[in-house]
């Protein structure tokens, strides 16, 4: 932990690319033991945020936060001082409270919208320090502008650039303040009391009150400690917090299935101690350090993301009445298609996009998505009465919903989940992670639908190739192919020489493993 930290304050070599800023899907990460993650990255990207507050004349509020990884406590520092030292009006916790992304994103849209109202009221954004489920030797950082979701493609490609250049110029031109004077500057805000109270609006809390359910939780020594804190105290419900120690370590977690640190709320390996233990609730949730996912334990065990997302998703469009029947549902092209399935039997439109929470935004933030939802267990929804609520994902209001469905239905989301494959069939869904060449990358992208000469994979005939989204006509960066009972679809990976394959089948495992084979088999005749 002593050399994560000393290592922080290295300076890194911006001539070499694995130590530049590099922002992925979910903002930059790094690491400072690889030269990644350093001050003057964090100073970088920073005083970039505020050269594009400037440009686009975002002159309110920036809310700061962080979650506990041992890297975000110094480089929340950072931020503070390049904030202060640039005049940014910074908004933090009380008592230098840690802060989850959903928290974030609340706040900055509660700002933005009704008390936008108020005279010379000025658009609010928002930073958070955080590698998500990353191992702890890693650091993050991410950018929410006004819509309070994750940062468009565009922002990002300009911050990546700016940061760069500030790398290049040795920091030269960023403004900085000393600690003490930062936080004098910076306003303290109950963010996570106004985030609690406020949940009613989006999850039927009265609900899960009257219900009595034994209900458990496992922040994983995140930032959703003190928000499931909190909602145990003030909706007075029968919630045991499971696990209470913040360790920047995380030497409490159970390793991964690869052996690894993670923190991550979907896999069942690093979520043993909550299901070791799941007996004693009726129902009981993790999430992941910052808390933009959600991790949902029944009787039953630990739910395939894909799984709950259809339950929840049936469930919102018959127990939501105010929302229209207009408005749309998300999904990514790579989640399962029992979510097609389960928002055709209601009738509703979908929205199927590319990988990446920031396609559901604008959605969610215009009201005409009433949720967005991925396979990697992130989702986020509307209010009960068809408002934004958070325009990123919130591991909370998810975990929170699936106690509202089964204090209202008398089911737990696996029950419906059963129920859900009697009506339209089981799914066997499956990714895999298969090496891939820097020229194979590069075909990836320049794939063209009528390269697919192919017309049946695994005995059924294709009825799609896609290169680009059917909900937004955004570029995948790879290809899907579906026909009426599975599907496949492959997209390289960005920081790794891989590529995954995605695939399902409505028929099956042994059908499944054929569409697997037929997929590898057709990759590599154009790739």
């Given at each position: 932990m002593k050399n994560l930290l000393a290592a922080y304050f290295v300076r890194p070599d911006a001539s070499d690319p694995e130590q530049r800023v590099n922002f992925g899907t979910s903002?930059?990460?790094?690491?400072?033991?690889?030269g990644s993650f350093s001050d003057w990255h964090i100073a970088a990207i920073v005083q970039s945020v505020v050269d594009y507050r400037r440009d686009a004349a975002i002159t309110g509020p920036l809310f700061l936060g962080r979650d506990t990884h041992a890297l975000s406590l110094p480089a929340w520092e950072t931020a503070l001082k390049v904030l202060a030292g640039n005049g940014v009006d910074i908004v933090i916790a009380t008592d230098d409270e840690v802060l989850a992304t959903p928290v974030i994103s609340h706040a900055i849209l509660r700002h933005n919208g009704a008390d936008f109202q108020r005279a010379g009221a000025q658009p609010a954004d928002g930073l958070i320090i955080t590698p998500s489920h990353n191992p702890p030797e890693d650091g993050g950082i991410k950018y929410n502008p006004p819509h309070g979701g994750p940062a468009e493609a565009g922002i990002t490609r300009w911050l990546e650039r700016q940061a760069n250049e500030y790398l290049e110029a040795e920091t030269s031109g960023i403004a900085r303040l000393a600690l003490p004077e930062a936080r004098r500057q910076a306003r303290e805000q109950?963010?996570?009391g106004h985030y609690v109270e406020t949940l009613g609006e989006t999850v039927d809390m009265a609900a899960i009150q009257a219900s009595g359910l034994r209900l458990g939780v496992d922040p994983m020594g995140g930032t959703a400690l003190p928000?499931?804190?909190?909602?145990?105290?003030?909706?007075?419900?029968?919630?045991e917090v499971v696990n209470t120690r913040v360790d920047p370590t995380f030497a409490f977690m159970p390793p991964d299935h690869d052996g690894k640190i993670r923190m991550d709320c979907s896999s069942p390996a690093a979520m043993a101690n909550l299901l070791n233990i799941r007996q004693r609730f009726d129902l009981a949730f993790g999430n992941d350090p910052d808390a933009d996912r959600h991790g949902i334990v029944d009787a039953?065990?630990?739910?395939?993301?894909?799984?709950?997302?259809?339950?929840?998703?049936d469930y919102l469009l018959s127990h939501r009445p105010c929302w229209a029947s207009t408005r749309k549902i998300g999904k990514t092209?790579?989640?399962?298609?029992m979510i097609d399935r389960v928002v055709a039997g209601h009738n509703r439109p979908l929205y199927e996009v590319p990988v990446g929470f920031k396609w559901f935004v604008d959605g969610l933030d215009q009201g005409w998505l009433a949720f967005g939802g991925e396979e990697s267990a992130g989702a986020s929804l509307l209010t009960q009465n068809g408002q934004p609520w958070s325009t990123d994902k919130d591991g909370i209001a998810l975990c929170l919903l699936a106690a509202e469905i089964m204090a209202v239905t008398g089911q737990s989301p696996g029950e419906r989940y059963a129920a859900l494959t009697q009506r339209y069939g089981e799914p066997h869904y499956r990714r895999i992670d298969t090496p891939c060449s820097a020229g194979q990358k590069a075909a990836f992208k320049q794939l063209d639908a009528q390269r697919v000469t192919a017309s049946t994979l695994a005995g059924d005939p294709i009825t799609q190739v896609m290169t680009h989204a059917p909900g937004n006509d955004a570029p995948i960066g790879g290809i899907?192919?579906?026909?009426?009972?599975?599907?496949?679809?492959?997209?390289?990976?960005?920081?790794?020489?891989?590529?995954?394959?995605?695939?399902e089948s409505f028929?099956?495992?042994?059908?499944l493993?054929?569409?697997?084979?037929?997929?590898?088999?057709?990759?590599?005749?154009?790739?």
């Amino acid at each position: 932990m002593k050399n994560l930290l000393a290592a922080y304050f290295v300076r890194p070599d911006a001539s070499d690319p694995e130590q530049r800023v590099n922002f992925g899907t979910s903002g930059h990460r790094g690491s400072s033991l690889a030269g990644s993650f350093s001050d003057w990255h964090i100073a970088a990207i920073v005083q970039s945020v505020v050269d594009y507050r400037r440009d686009a004349a975002i002159t309110g509020p920036l809310f700061l936060g962080r979650d506990t990884h041992a890297l975000s406590l110094p480089a929340w520092e950072t931020a503070l001082k390049v904030l202060a030292g640039n005049g940014v009006d910074i908004v933090i916790a009380t008592d230098d409270e840690v802060l989850a992304t959903p928290v974030i994103s609340h706040a900055i849209l509660r700002h933005n919208g009704a008390d936008f109202q108020r005279a010379g009221a000025q658009p609010a954004d928002g930073l958070i320090i955080t590698p998500s489920h990353n191992p702890p030797e890693d650091g993050g950082i991410k950018y929410n502008p006004p819509h309070g979701g994750p940062a468009e493609a565009g922002i990002t490609r300009w911050l990546e650039r700016q940061a760069n250049e500030y790398l290049e110029a040795e920091t030269s031109g960023i403004a900085r303040l000393a600690l003490p004077e930062a936080r004098r500057q910076a306003r303290e805000q109950d963010l996570i009391g106004h985030y609690v109270e406020t949940l009613g609006e989006t999850v039927d809390m009265a609900a899960i009150q009257a219900s009595g359910l034994r209900l458990g939780v496992d922040p994983m020594g995140g930032t959703a400690l003190p928000i499931w804190q909190r909602v145990a105290e003030h909706y007075g419900l029968a919630l045991e917090v499971v696990n209470t120690r913040v360790d920047p370590t995380f030497a409490f977690m159970p390793p991964d299935h690869d052996g690894k640190i993670r923190m991550d709320c979907s896999s069942p390996a690093a979520m043993a101690n909550l299901l070791n233990i799941r007996q004693r609730f009726d129902l009981a949730f993790g999430n992941d350090p910052d808390a933009d996912r959600h991790g949902i334990v029944d009787a039953g065990g630990l739910m395939n993301p894909n799984h709950y997302l259809a339950v929840a998703i049936d469930y919102l469009l018959s127990h939501r009445p105010c929302w229209a029947s207009t408005r749309k549902i998300g999904k990514t092209l790579v989640s399962s298609s029992m979510i097609d399935r389960v928002v055709a039997g209601h009738n509703r439109p979908l929205y199927e996009v590319p990988v990446g929470f920031k396609w559901f935004v604008d959605g969610l933030d215009q009201g005409w998505l009433a949720f967005g939802g991925e396979e990697s267990a992130g989702a986020s929804l509307l209010t009960q009465n068809g408002q934004p609520w958070s325009t990123d994902k919130d591991g909370i209001a998810l975990c929170l919903l699936a106690a509202e469905i089964m204090a209202v239905t008398g089911q737990s989301p696996g029950e419906r989940y059963a129920a859900l494959t009697q009506r339209y069939g089981e799914p066997h869904y499956r990714r895999i992670d298969t090496p891939c060449s820097a020229g194979q990358k590069a075909a990836f992208k320049q794939l063209d639908a009528q390269r697919v000469t192919a017309s049946t994979l695994a005995g059924d005939p294709i009825t799609q190739v896609m290169t680009h989204a059917p909900g937004n006509d955004a570029p995948i960066g790879g290809i899907k192919v579906t026909t009426a009972n599975g599907w496949f679809a492959a997209r390289p990976s960005g920081t790794e020489a891989i590529y995954k394959l995605y695939a399902e089948s409505f028929h099956g495992d042994a059908h499944l493993n054929e569409v697997l084979t037929e997929a590898r088999q057709l990759l590599d005749s154009i790739l």
